[in-house]
């Protein structure tokens, strides 16, 4: 079975500030784990992908996540934080049968002026 | 045009009533998805199909039905609408695919609300 942990509900910081949203992940295969972000009364677009390439995958608008196996952990983070980048985030898993996604509850990030 | 086109984008409507959330796609893509959005529950899958003779349940199935009419269609069903099933509800699709897993793509989501 997989699972996955956001371990913050809400992130708040300010614009220009660093990002730092958390997520665990539990699979029993070599998993393949993703970022979605969802914008106000939008469905949810790719930010990023692992796929047991390289453990650095850089997405787009300049986020970035790290896979660390040791740690079981997928963090999504972006140097500076934007105005734009006020959504929730959802850090998802799926097993390598590629069969169905798993979501976490999602995150919450705010950025304040 | 989007590529995954969800309708009604909103729907209000009441309880024991029969409703259908249409979804149609100009990806090309074998695999269609229902899930559902509730606050602090992230997405839940209601069900999947990976090609049209290709039906399975999802995480929270009961209550509902699909029909795959076309590769590029994929409708849910609610037989008899409860309050308890309000939530927003999002249709993906995603390529099949060999090997690497692909991403999914979404609409921009129905919001039903059943009074």
């Known amino acids: 079975a997989q699972s996955v942990t956001q371990l913050d509900s809400h992130v708040s910081v300010s614009e220009g500030t660093p990002v730092l949203l958390r997520c665990n992940y539990s699979?029993?295969?070599?998993?393949?784990l993703f970022w979605y972000v969802q914008h106000p009364n939008k469905g949810l677009q790719l930010l990023l992908k692992?796929?047991?390439?390289?453990?650095l995958v850089k997405g787009i608008n300049g986020f970035e996540a790290e896979f660390k196996k040791s740690e079981t952990s997928f963090h999504l983070t972006k140097p500076s934080a934007h105005m734009s980048d006020a959504a929730e985030y959802f850090c998802v898993v799926t097993d390598s049968g590629y069969s169905t996604l798993t979501f976490g509850k999602g995150t919450m990030l705010l950025v304040s002026p | 045009d989007a590529d995954v086109t969800q309708t009604p984008r909103n729907r209000i409507t009441k309880t024991g009533k029969r409703i259908m959330l249409e979804c149609s796609q100009t990806?090309?893509?074998?695999?269609m998805y229902w899930y559902r959005q509730d606050p602090g529950l992230g997405l839940r899958l209601i069900y999947y199909s990976f090609d049209v003779k290709d039906i399975n349940k999802g995480e929270i199935s009961d209550g509902y039905s699909v029909s795959r009419q076309a590769q590029a269609k994929f409708s849910l069903s609610l037989e008899s609408a409860i309050p308890n099933q309000t939530a927003l509800y999002f249709c993906?699709?995603?390529?099949?695919?060999?090997?690497?897993?692909?991403?999914?793509?979404f609409g921009d989501g129905t919001r039903l609300s059943i009074l």
């Open positions: 699979s029993s295969y070599s998993p393949s």
């Open positions: 990806k090309g893509h074998d695999r």
């Open positions: 692992y796929t047991s390439a390289a453990t």
């Open positions: 993906a699709t995603s390529d099949g695919g060999t090997g690497s897993s692909q991403p999914q793509h």
